[in-house]
């Protein structure tokens, strides 16, 4: 079963703290791997994509890892800012060619004044 | 580039009523278009899926009787929840494909409430 898992669940942290949010899929074949941003209330926000042969993606503070072999990837946060505050969901799309997105769970980051 | 928006954001409807909310790529021509359902602390779910001119496939278990969706151009689907009821309260967001790429755009989201 095409299954995206995340975890933690929830994390708090204070401002200016570094923090990583890890996805682990179990998606195959595997054709690539997106990172969103969802503040409440709003839809998601692309931050990161990557294909099978990529393993990092940098988009300003956030860095995006990806271990195709073990099928895991992390969100790495830099500097924390109050504004950071969101769910951040990994998504997987499966088949090459194929319009179907595979949402994960999602982890809730709060940051902390 | 690549906006999508929804209207509105935000319905208080009475339940038995029905209520329309709009999706449009204001940038693009969208020949995909996704309905997704977001209840509180969860994750998306897939609705149905439309393609311009032709009718929606529905995820299983979406009712296309209550949930009609219309992709009558290149720019605007329409998702109409027929005779509402509190459980269909929920977060609707759409998301849009131009067909280029497989990447979805996605909406703002619309927040129903039947009361």
């Known amino acids: 079963k095409n299954q995206v898992e995340q975890s933690p669940q929830s994390l708090i942290i204070l401002e200016g703290k570094n923090c990583t949010l890890q996805?682990?899929?179990?998606?195959?074949?595997?054709?690539?791997l997106r990172w969103y941003k969802q503040d409440t209330g709003r839809g998601p926000v692309s931050l990161t994509i990557?294909?099978?042969?990529?393993n990092t993606k940098s988009n300003g503070r956030y860095t995006a890892t990806l271990d195709a072999d073990t099928k895991q990837s992390s969100l790495h946060i830099t500097a924390s800012q109050l504004s950071d505050s969101a769910s951040y969901i990994c998504?997987?799309?499966?088949?090459?060619?194929?319009?179907?997105?595979?949402f994960g769970t999602g982890t809730r980051l709060k940051v902390l004044a | 580039g690549a906006v999508v928006s929804q209207h509105p954001s935000w319905v208080i409807c009475k339940s038995g009523t029905s209520v329309k909310i709009e999706c449009r790529s204001l940038?693009?021509?969208?020949?995909?278009m996704f309905w997704y359902r977001q209840f509180p602390k969860q994750s998306l779910m897939l609705m149905a899926t439309?393609?311009?001119?032709?009718?929606?496939?529905?995820e299983q278990g979406v009712e296309k009787d209550k949930f009609l969706i219309n992709h009558a151009s290149l720019t605007l689907s329409t998702l109409t929840v027929t005779s509402a009821h509190p459980e269909d309260s929920s977060f609707y967001i759409c998301?849009?494909?131009?067909?280029?790429?497989?990447?979805?755009?996605f909406g703002p989201g619309t927040r129903l409430t039947v009361t």
């Open positions: 990557m294909t099978f042969s990529e």
């Open positions: 996805c682990n899929y179990t998606v195959s074949p595997f054709s690539n």
């Open positions: 940038d693009f021509q969208a020949t995909t």
């Open positions: 998301s849009a494909s131009s067909g280029f790429t497989y990447e979805q755009y």
């Open positions: 998504v997987v799309s499966g088949t090459s060619g194929t319009y179907k997105y595979i």
């Open positions: 439309s393609n311009e001119g032709s009718k929606a496939t529905y």
